[in-house]
Nanobody
Framework: QVQLVESGGGLVQAGGSLRLSCAAS????????MAWFRQTPGKEREFVAS????????NYVDSVQGRFTISRDNPNNMMYLHMNSLKPEDTAVYYC???????????????WGQGTQVTVSS
């Protein structure tokens, strides 16, 4: 099992920045790709960004490309999402997710955190 805990959400004005953190624990040696998703009420969970275990392969949804940066610190079992130039449409609950050996789930990610709220005011 792998446990994920997000932190760093909050209220920010449009154009501002936030850094989300995801702390992993448990069988972290089984984790390979990690990702951030987000969800707003009444909408399907949306992929935001993902990163390979080595960190050298990242992917972003077009709407955040150039504004968000995903990174990970494997020795400390941490993953981050640096969000710049935030827009009101970025408002959502942001979830940390992990792919691990033997896990299955939404989008191929079997482990999820509880989510952290990001609210961007105009």
């Amino acid at each position: 099992q792998v446990q994920l805990v997000e932190s760093g959400g909050g209220l920010v004005q449009a154009g501002g920045s936030l850094r989300l953190s995801c702390a992993a624990s448990g069988r972290t040696f089984t984790v390979f790709r990690m990702a951030w998703f987000r969800q707003t009420p009444g909408k399907e969970r949306e992929f935001v960004a993902s990163i390979s275990r080595s960190g050298d392969d990242t992917n972003y949804v077009d709407s955040v490309q150039g504004r968000f940066t995903i990174s990970r610190d494997n020795p400390n079992n941490m993953m981050y999402l640096h969000m710049n130039s935030l827009k009101p449409e970025d408002t959502a609950v942001y979830y940390c997710a992990a792919q691990a050996v033997g896990s299955v789930g939404y989008g191929g990610y079997g482990y999820w955190g509880q989510g952290t709220q990001v609210t961007v005011s105009s």
